[in-house]
């Protein structure tokens, strides 16, 4: 292989991603001066990616394997717009040696490792063998070539259980599972293979030891083509939930100074066994004893941005310059870690629902701006929608302080001061995660989220007599901002005489909480109960500021028809307005409703007609937005109807089975 053609420089560059990460190289390459072509499939015509680049090629449908992960039409895409070289992000393509492999057969300047490099260290199977061969501390496992039912379930007798079952290409915890018991272990083969498969086009499964109560750390390393070869510190990436990284954070608070350089220099150690070039991450394990290699993610991770924020280094930047045939602008010992950097994943997906990804319109979109050591990268804007095609995250936060104390809070008031409607987030969640006492002092494993669950999702406080306030006060400031300016628009003013407005609000299925409107001559007040509070409005961007009786408050609002959204110093409220004038209608749909939840495709059907069900009891699976959601029994009875089959692809809220209830 010619070398010289593998990295050298160029002025036009293809991103071959969409979302945050597209948006975040479109910008890094565009302060280093060169041409960016965006791509898009046909679900992301009017996507914040498409906007930003110079020029966008439409790929094909909405699905990922007719658009994102099309080698020939992501080189065609290339060729069309004279592009020189391409980005692959992460996902999707990223660590695809046959995509790397495309791109130097065309003649373009792959941003990245080789092909060689990626079969070597991007196999999950493969960096296992390599690191077992130079001495690197590994989880006890199988990676072997053999991928028989059988081979696989010998190798987990012998390891013993629990084991993860892992998908040998990808990662971000798809096409993983923990199994606990031989019983376990060929469901979840087939669907961890299935997954795989959909994810990474590569359904090649690891089996590996499950060590109990975890801490993942990793170190991210850069080499370029001059035989140089850094480590840019480790991150802390313990808060996961199903093996996907919620929070990450770098330093490491679990690691000392001299477990620091040791975990380092492992790091060095496993990169240079293929004299790695590009940016890759060293992914390990520890118990809180010893820390064993599990794999090596051979492209830019989600978390990079907590180590460009300790260390001051444009990863993006560094990647492209090292594409130019470039020597890294700096040796080991000029690379100095300061302060601390806390990252937070916000995704569409609801909490309360066990994760269900949310689509749809985003109606508000407002974030804090980018000052006093917060950070944002966003892949959406107000008005964009979010599609069930592909992964459901929509941004991500990061807070710098000098220490890890101030970027916890720092982070915390960005989750708090964000305000994202028409979708369902994350963002509560996150703030209750960053908030929770045993995070604070680092007492976590990988676990962790799982055990909190309940604690980390439950019900906010019910809203109290400044929301019941802040409720009337936000439809009374919606009006005066539809009206013109007059002094009718004064809550109704009036010369002479004194009148009322009765509000009616509940949370949920809850009971109506009244609050009343006097208005007129003299100053309004708002009655709630015994209570009657003198009140003013100042409209502000984006809400008000309400004073009660001489104090002072400032609530974001948003109104959506009947619904209302509030934050006030007392947390985050959803609050329906009951309809003034009746048609108030309930929904019929019952929680026994077996439906798609959203969009997806029908991947497996779990359960026969006629058979007999236990509550819980799986029914088909569907593919969601690159996730697995299974579906299951709402109740004990027979299965009286499957309404899909394997491959349908089926549109929210359709019925896929109907199940009888046994009348017990």
Known sequence: MDRSKLY?????????????????????????????????SEADRDAMHVALADEAVLLGPARARDSYLNVERLIEAAKKTGAEAVHPGYGFLSENAEFAQACYDAGLVFVGPTADMMNAMGSKS?????????????????????????TLAKAAEKVGFPILVKASAGGGGRGMRIVRSSDELAPAIVSAKREAKAAFGDDRMLIEKYVDNPRHIEVQIIGDSHGNLLSLFERECTLQRRHQKVIEEAPSPTLNA??????????????????????????????????FFIEMN??????????????????????????????????????????????????????????????????TWRLPAETGGLRIDAGYREGDSVSPYYDAMLAKMIAWAPTRDVAIERLNR????????????????????????????????????????????????????????AAVAAIVNEERQGEASSPWQTFGWQPVGRRQRSFAFRVGHGPEQKVTLNYGSGPS????????????????PGGFDLTLDGVKSSVAAVIDGHELYLRTRNGRFDLHWVDPFGGETEEQTGADKIA???????????????????????????????????????YAGVLKSVKCKVGDIVQEGVELAVVEPSGE
């Open 258 to 291: 001299a477990q620091r350089e040791t975990v380092c220099a492992a790091a060095r150690k496993a990169a240079g066994a293929v004299n790695y070039v590009g940016a890759g991450t060293i992914e390990f394990v520890s118990d809180g004893k010893d820390v």
């Open 414 to 469: 960005g989750l708090e001061e964000s305000d994202v409607r028409g979708i369902v987030t994350n963002i509560p969640f996150l703030s209750a995660l960053m908030t929770h006492p045993k995070v604070r002092t680092n007492a976590i494993d990988t676990g962790f989220i799982e055990r909190e669950l309940a604690v980390l999702t439950q019900a906010g406080a019910a809203p109290g007599e400044l929301e019941l306030c």
């Open 596 to 634: 798609a939840p959203l969009p997806g495709t029908v991947v497996a059907v779990l359960a026969e007609e006629g058979a007999r069900l236990e509550k819980g009891a799986p029914i088909l699976t569907l593919e969601v937005m690159k996730m697995e959601q299974t579906l299951r029994a709402p």
């Open 525 to 540: 007040t708002l009655v709630i109960g015994e209570r009657e509070l003198a009140f003013t409005i100042a409209a502000k």
């Open 8 to 40: 050298h420089r160029f002025r036009t560059l293809l991103i071959a991603n969409r979302g945050e990460i597209a948006c975040r190289v479109i910008r890094t390459a565009r302060a280093m001066g060169l041409r960016t072509v965006a791509v898009y």
């Open 298 to 363: 051979t492209r830019l991770q989600v978390e990079h941005p907590v180590t460009e924020l300790i260390t001051g280094i444009d990863l993006v930047e560094w990647q492209l310059r090292v594409a130019f045939g470039e020597a890294l602008p700096m040796k080991q010992d000029e690379i100095k870690l300061n302060g601390h950097a806390v990252e937070a994943r916000v995704y569409a997906e609801n909490p309360t629902k066990n994760f269900m990804p949310s689509v749809g319109r985003i109606s």
């Open 126 to 150: 493969g960096s296992k063998a390599l690191m077992e061969k130079a001495g690197v501390p590994l989880v006890p496992g199988y990676h072997g070539e053999a991928q028989d039912d059988a």
